[in-house]
């Protein structure tokens, strides 16, 4: 399925035209808004960017895991969206990205994280979504648990809370 999105954002940007019909029909978001996508990405829906509402972003894909992290005592239960799954509907194939919070706190993620035992932009913390006191409403969270790499300081620096933007950097 990546690969199809891949193929027809290059389509997309072979006829020039940013938007088709049916991703202006699939990107048509009806709650709030509560994250943007920009930089080169090719498939946009609103002013050279994509914006995701919380159905939006359950409808590109769903991953949960459990881990433990460094900010909560015992073993945590993450929903999300994968990065990866994210980054391959808007077409992102490289770079890095600039991941910004609520208070305009930002990190940079290399685009080669979003693998598939990587990171989730994760919406749901023990089933339940995520209140801007809980740090949502969206949280990047790595699967700690899953491997040694996973537990660096750098890895914790990444995992942004209150993240509402995401910019994608050549």
């Known amino acids: 399925m ?5 193929t027809l954002a290059i389509c997309i940007l072979v006829v020039g035209t940013a938007v088709t019909p049916a991703a202006e029909a699939r990107d048509a978001h009806q709650g709030e808004v509560i994250l943007t996508v920009s930089g080169p990405i090719y498939v946009t829906s609103y002013e050279g ?3 995701f ?6 409808t590109v894909g769903s991953k949960t895991f459990t881990t433990t992290t460094i900010w909560a005592s015992g073993v945590q239960t993450f929903a999300g ?27 940079k993620i290399p685009v080669s994280d979003a693998v598939e035992v990587g990171p989730i932009v ?4 023990n089933r339940a979504p995520m209140s801007i006191r809980d740090k949502g409403p969206l949280w990047i969270v790595y699967p ?3 491997s040694e790499k996973h537990r660096s300081e750098l890895i914790y620096a990444r ?7 995401i910019e994608v950097q050549p």
Do not use: C, K, P
């Open 2 to 6: 990546r690969y199809i999105f891949r």
């Open 159 to 165: 995992s942004i809370w209150h993240l509402d933007r």
């Open 49 to 51: 960017a994509a914006r």
């Open 81 to 107: 969206v994968a990065l990866a799954d994210l980054l391959d509907v808007r077409a992102v194939e490289g770079g890095t990205l600039r991941a910004s919070a609520m208070n305009d706190y930002a990190v």
């Open 53 to 58: 509402d919380l159905e939006m972003l359950q």
């Open 122 to 125: 994760a919406y749901a913390l």
């Open 144 to 146: 700690y648990d899953s």
